[in-house]
């Protein structure tokens, strides 16, 4: 109750062969913590057999899980039985997840492609607006315009008058198309033989040339028409992408599920693969595991290792204990204290556990500034925020 539960040191020795029914026993328990085995061991069994398998499982579990992701497959809600996943099984779902992925790669480097020029479209529309009360082809700012001085541009509001007057001055006029509360936008139009005047005088007045994308090459409402058919086309074209991506995922959703099923079997010999080792045909699994449930690991392996195998168990010496995992089993009553345990980090193998009188003091304490400890106890303790919340508000009213 004071501390984490009592653990012991598994040594299993078994058959090669018998290894991924042995991890997937292991991991139904939810109990084993593997170990990497010391350098002694290590030197006797020096052959690590599930190396090339854990490489293949992760890529297609990577694989699997990115087509997931972009394609909104559902992963099915019911795992078949376990059964034993050979390195050539894994090895084909591997591949056949491989040219998927490949397929649905190009199709998402499409619709990036399609979303960036969207966002360009976007962007261009939104600039178009300032030029949207501009009844001119805008393709003659981008061109030298022959005899004609034209300039479009902002100018501060607060320079508007002097610049009125003074461009009057050098015969040209100005149009006012758009303004906002600091800016205004604006063309300035002239005889050419004036254009170093109005260049001064422009410039006098803080004005900004206003760069004319070149998609811009029509009048503004000619030129919202075209952006808005190519908006309209690249959409369809999202769409049409998006619904290839939803085919393919439709088409494999039988090889899908099996690679789910096929994964999720080989996850626990996968798992193991990093810390166990062996030697021709024997092999080697060491971790620790909770000394109560020990009979039930063995009761498991018995119903499903079909070869001989040897398994040993010591208690942690003191020196073991910062390796020691710590496991630590309460009533369902006391998760909420848990949790508030857990903020300052849950207790290591062998300490004291605080949380049954961490519950006790908290009930107690909050029960005082209540003034009603038997008042407190109708209050549901699966709510420690509440209780806590309510009894601060009544001792901020007491006060």
């Not at 005889?191 to 006098?204: G, M």
């Not at 959703?253 to 798992?271: F, M």
Request: glycine share 4%; aromatic share 8%; net charge negative.
């Amino acid at each position: 109750m004071f501390k984490p539960l009592s653990m012991q040191h598994v040594s299993l020795k078994l058959l090669t062969e018998d290894v991924p029914l042995a991890a997937q026993v292991l991991a139904d328990c939810g109990l084993f913590n593997p170990e990497t085995t010391t350098e002694t061991i290590a030197k006797e069994l020096p052959e690590r057999p599930g190396t090339e398998f854990y490489r293949v499982f992760s890529n297609a579990r990577s694989r699997f899980e990115k087509i997931c992701s972009r394609s909104g497959f559902t992963k099915p809600a019911n795992i078949a039985p376990y059964s034993k996943v050979e390195l050539a099984e894994l090895q084909d779902i591997n591949d056949k997840l491989c040219q998927i992925w490949l397929q649905i790669s190009k199709l998402e480097e499409q619709l990036h492609q399609f979303n960036e020029q969207q966002t360009a479209l976007k962007q261009l529309l939104e600039t178009l607006k300032i030029f949207s009360k501009l009844d001119v082809d805008l393709k003659l700012f981008q061109e030298s315009a022959q005899f004609l001085n034209l300039h479009i541009g902002t100018v501060p509001i607060e320079n508007i008058e002097h610049l009125i007057e003074a461009i009057a001055l050098a015969e040209h006029f100005i149009d006012i198309f758009h303004r906002d509360e600091h800016i205004a936008y604006l063309v300035v139009a002239g005889p050419d033989e004036h254009q170093e005047k109005v260049h001064a005088i422009l410039e006098h007045a803080d004005f900004q040339a206003l760069p004319i994308p070149p998609e811009f090459h029509d009048h503004p409402q000619q030129v919202h028409t075209e952006l808005t058919a190519k908006q309209k086309q690249l959409q369809e074209q999202i769409e049409a992408v998006e619904g290839t991506i939803q085919e393919l995922v439709i088409q494999n959703r039988p090889l899908l599920e099996q690679a789910y099923q096929t994964l999720n079997h080989a996850a626990a010999y996968a798992e193991l693969t990093e810390t166990y080792r062996g030697r021709g045909q024997l092999a080697l699994i060491e971790g620790w595991f909770p000394s109560n449930d020990l009979s039930q690991l063995e009761t498991a392996l018995n119903d499903k290792l079909n070869c001989p195998y040897v398994l040993s168990t010591r208690k942690p010496s003191p020196s073991e204990y910062r390796q020691v995992p710590s496991l630590i089993r309460h009533h369902r009553l006391l998760a909420p204290y848990i949790a508030l345990v857990k903020n300052y980090g849950p207790p290591r193998y062998g300490e004291f556990d605080p949380t049954v009188l961490f519950a006790i003091t908290f009930i107690l304490m909050f029960g005082t500034m209540f003034g009603d400890v038997g008042h407190l106890s109708l209050i549901h303790i699966s709510e420690p925020t509440r209780l806590l919340s309510i009894s601060y508000a009544v001792f901020c009213l007491k006060k």
